[in-house]
C-alpha cells in the first residue's frame, strides 16, 4: 500500500474521531470563543499533514489517528493559551476581576485573558486532560462495540442525549428503553473504569 492509497483511510477514521474530540474539548475554557467547526477543522488539517508518516508497519491506523488526533489537541490548546497570555502591544492588563476599556473602547472582563491554569487557580479545581477524556472515550465506544447488536445505537445515542429523547428517536417505548438501560448499565458494569 503506497501513501496515496492509506490518506483516505486515515482520512476516513479520523473524521468521527475529530468530530467527537472536538465536541469534547469544546468545553475547555479556553476554546469558549471558537466554533466546534473550526476546532475540527484545525485536527483534521494536522491528521492531513501527519498522514504522510504514516507506516503500517509500526501500528495499525487507529493508533495512528488517535496519537495524531492526542497531539493536535495538545497543539492546538498551547496555541490558544500562547495567544491568550501573550497580549496584544499597548493592552494592559490590571487585575483578572477588573473591567477595564478593551481594544473597542468597550468594558470587558480581564478574566477573558486567563490561562487554564489561572482559571484553575481562581475556581480552586483542576482542568480535565483532553488525553485522558479521549482514551476514556475510546474505552467506552470498545465497550459500545461490545454489546449485543441491537444495543449498540442506543449506547452510542446517549453519548450526546439523556434517556428520553434517546427513546424518542429512536421510537422505542419506555418499557423498552428501561430494559435497555438495565442491559446496558449491566454491561458497563462489568469493568472496573477507575483502571481506564
Known amino acids: ?7 483516505p483511510e486515515l482520512i476516513e477514521f479520523a473524521m468521527p474521531l475529530v ?5 469534547k474539548i469544546k468545553t475547555r475554557p479556553e476554546l469558549r470563543d471558537m466554533d466546534v467547526e473550526d476546532i475540527e477543522q484545525d485536527l483534521l488539517l494536522h491528521v492531513c499533514e501527519r498522514a504522510p508518516n504514516y507506516n503500517p508497519e509500526l501500528g495499525s491506523v487507529k493508533a ?16 490558544v493559551t500562547r495567544q491568550r497570555s501573550n497580549p496584544g502591544e499597548g493592552m494592559e492588563i490590571t487585575s483578572l476581576s477588573d473591567y477595564v476599556d478593551g481594544p473597542d473602547l468597550k468594558s470587558e472582563e480581564r478574566i477573558v485573558g486567563m490561562s487554564t491554569d489561572d482559571g484553575d487557580r481562581l475556581r480552586q479545581t483542576e482542568a480535565r486532560d483532553p488525553i485522558t477524556d479521549i482514551e476514556l ?6 465497550r459500545i462495540a461490545t454489546l449485543p447488536k441491537d444495543l449498540r445505537p442506543i449506547a452510542r445515542e446517549l453519548m450526546t442525549s439523556n434517556q428520553k429523547e434517546t427513546a424518542e428517536r429512536l421510537g422505542l417505548s419506555r418499557r423498552k428503553m428501561d430494559s435497555a438501560m438495565a442491559k446496558i448499565r449491566e454491561h458497563f458494569g462489568e469493568i472496573d473504569w477507575n483502571e481506564k
Open 1 to 7: 500500500m503506497n501513501k496515496k492509497e492509506i490518506a
Open 19 to 23: 468530530e467527537r474530540t472536538a465536541h
Open 64 to 79: 495512528f489517528v488517535t496519537q495524531v488526533v492526542v497531539n493536535g489537541v495538545g497543539m492546538l490548546l498551547r496555541k
Open 137 to 142: 472515550s475510546d474505552a467506552i465506544e470498545e
